[in-house]
T-cell receptor, first 115, second 112 residues
Framework: DTAVSQTPKYLVTQMGNDKSIKCEQN?????MYWYKQDSKKFLKIMFS???????INETVPNRFSPKSPDKAHLNLHINSLELGDSAVYFC??????????????FGPGTRLTVL | GENVEQHPSTLSVQEGDSAVIKCTYS??????FPWYKQELGKRPQLIID?????GEKKDQRIAVTLNKTAKHFSLHITETQPEDSAVYFC???????????FGDGTTLTVKP
């Protein structure tokens, strides 16, 4: 009955590889997000989808490509991984865009380590 | 776009003391202000929020105040306990932009 789930929880890989992270929410929310949390704990939004449509893309390198097959799922594919991509990636969802509030429900995070 | 500044970046208090974390925002169109708590190795979770038509909200030992004119809001934790030790994030949500902007976080340490 997990509200927002992510897989994998840990990801260790070599520079130059391509990897994907998957996210699913069972809250019936319309909006989903990807955040990056670096070693300094800063939480930075990367992308947001509303009903499968990309609505926020925050100057993220085009090596990062999100995909939302339906409103309950949001995946993140990263090409040609670099050392600086090492971080914890959080998926989140909220009820609806423009709904007056934006309480975010976060997934457990995926700790990506690039060697 | 919105800019949210959060202070202090670290805060250490003695158990039982109060802790206050402050955030300022730049966009007067922001209208919803949540606070999230992130324990070590865990996900951020909402602990309290306030809408722009309210000046203060309390939930047991935590409270949030909002000053729309000055564009700042604060988290107050009274009678702190060691389990309050965590990173706290404020955020400002702009309905028009459909986006929350997070502060840089405050690491709170409560010493027993």
């Amino acid at each position: 009955d997990t509200a927002v789930s992510q897989t994998p929880k840990y990801l260790v890989t070599q520079m130059g590889n391509d990897k994907s992270i998957k996210c699913e929410q069972n809250l019936g929310h319309d909006t989903m997000y990807w955040y990056k949390q670096d070693s300094k704990k800063f939480l930075k939004i990367m992308f947001s989808y509303n009903n499968k449509e990309l609505i926020i893309n925050e100057t993220v390198p085009n090596r990062f490509s999100p995909k939302s097959p339906d409103k309950a799922h949001l995946n993140l594919h990263i090409n040609s991984l670099e050392l600086g991509d090492s971080a914890v990636y959080f998926c989140a969802s909220s009820r609806q865009r423009g709904g007056g509030t934006d309480t975010q429900y976060f997934g457990p995070g995926t700790r990506l380590t690039v060697l | 776009g919105e800019n949210v500044e959060q202070h202090p970046s670290t805060l250490s208090v003695q158990e039982g003391d109060s802790a206050v974390i402050k955030c300022t925002y730049s966009d007067s169109a922001s209208n919803y202000f949540p606070w999230y708590k992130q324990e070590l190795g865990k996900r951020p979770q909402l602990i309290i929020d306030i809408r722009s038509n309210v000046g203060e909200k309390k939930d047991q030992r935590i409270a949030v105040t909002l000053n729309k004119t000055a564009k700042h809001f604060s988290l107050h934790i009274t009678e702190t306990q060691p389990e309050d030790s965590a990173v706290y994030f404020c955020a400002a949500y702009n309905t028009n932009a459909g986006k929350s902007t997070f502060g840089d976080g405050t690491t709170l340490t409560v010493k027993p």
